[in-house]
């Protein structure tokens, strides 16, 4: 039973955590929020707490609830977290320069 207990409670990597953000898009861009650079660190505690590190595009971004909760939502789904902790930080500041390369050539940057 011990191995049962510890199989439901065992957290996942901080790796797996940003590959699911993957999913959650930018609407007003239509790209997702690593490869534009919003999400500037991932970490997940022993005992299953999300911690992500993320800015907007401004502060004024008129989806950044949106934004929000779709990270909320997403790692809440995920097997092996228990509680999601967002941090929403303007320094450092966003600029298109922190796009994944390849992204920033797609839109012309």
Do not use: Q
């Not at 950044?64 to 941090?87: A, H, P, W």
């Amino acid at each position: 039973m011990n191995g049962e207990a510890r199989e439901r409670t065992s957290t996942i990597s901080a790796e797996v955590a940003r590959k699911a953000l993957r999913a959650v898009k930018d609407p007003e861009l239509g790209l997702n929020i690593i490869d534009i650079g919003l999400v500037y660190d991932v970490a997940v505690t022993d005992d299953g707490v999300a911690h992500v590190k993320m800015t907007l595009t401004s502060p004024g971004c008129p989806a950044g609830t949106e934004i929000m909760d779709d990270v909320r939502s997403t790692l809440s789904d995920l097997d092996g977290v228990t509680g999601v902790d967002l941090e929403l930080v303007w320094e450092p500041y966003w600029t298109p320069e922190r796009m994944d390369p390849r992204i920033r050539a797609f839109l012309g940057h």
